[in-house]
T-cell receptor, first 114, second 116 residues
Framework: GNSVTQMEGPVTLSEEAFLTINCTYTATGYPSLFWYVQYPGEGLQLLLKATKADDKGSNKGFEATYRKETTSFHLEKGSVQVSDSAVYFCALSDGTGSASKIIFGSGTRLSIRP | EPEVTQTPSHQVTQMGQEVILRCVPISNHLYFYWYRQILGQKVEFLVSFYNNEISEKSEIFDDQFSVERPDGSNFTLKIRSTKLEDSAMYFC??????????????FGDGTRLSIL
């Protein structure tokens, strides 16, 4: 079945460092890919998405590109801030359309030092 | 921005008791979901619901679980006889406004269920 594998954490960086969180997926067909973020004490928020190969999703300085050839969707940010400390989940939609369930990776906890 | 709301934020229940978790999806959404996250583990799909019936359910969603949309706004998850292993964070999500069948899912803040 479809699955998502992401880089294990925790990841600790200094403020203004470059961030990469690796994510690869296994899927039949052409799923949409997502990054969700969970800030401390809060729910899951959609950070960015990409719906087809070579699409780049971006939001709040974060970017991820849908790479079909490497089945990857790595999350990057050029200069992280303390406020980016959170758990990040890579995910894919298992099917097409809004009724499709989402399959999540295990999450990567990111901590940013001032 | 409209959001999905869940109540209560934390529910403590004795093993064997019934529990109902409540969710108010975004008002124009048509598709509803429940997920759960056992502490330290992945977020797992439980069930999807559309047009007043279950669209898909996982193997976790056994006969002890049921979902209902009792009125035009609430979407509930009931666990009939709770077990210790039901302790988890339960997330409700909704998606798919009228005329747009490919919107992402929006999640609530979750209900932490603790079974004693």
């Amino acid at each position: 079945g479809n699955s998502v594998t992401q880089m294990e954490g925790p990841v600790t960086l200094s403020e203004e460092a470059f961030l990469t969180i690796n994510c690869t997926y296994t899927a039949t067909g052409y799923p949409s890919l997502f990054w969700y973020v969970q800030y401390p004490g809060e729910g899951l928020q959609l950070l960015l998405k990409a719906t087809k190969a070579d699409d780049k999703g971006s939001n709040k300085g974060f970017e991820a590109t849908y790479r079909k050839e490497t089945t990857s969707f790595h999350l990057e940010k050029g200069s992280v801030q303390v406020s980016d400390s959170a758990v990040y989940f890579c995910a894919l939609s298992d099917g097409t359309g809004s009724a499709s369930k989402i399959i999540f990776g295990s999450g990567t906890r990111l901590s940013i030092r001032p | 921005e409209p959001e999905v709301t869940q109540t209560p934020s934390h529910q403590v229940t004795q093993m064997g008791q019934e529990v109902i978790l409540r969710c108010v999806p975004i008002s124009n959404h048509l598709y509803f979901y429940w997920y759960r996250q056992i502490l330290g583990q992945k977020v797992e799909f439980l069930v999807s619901f559309y047009n007043n019936e279950i669209s898909e359910k996982s193997e976790i969603f056994d006969d002890q679980f049921s979902v209902e949309r009792p009125d035009g706004s609430n979407f509930t998850l009931k666990i009939r006889s709770t077990k210790l292993e039901d302790s988890a964070m339960y997330f409700c999500a909704s998606s798919g406004g009228q005329g747009n069948s490919n919107q992402p899912q929006h999640f609530g803040d979750g209900t932490r269920l603790s079974i004693l």
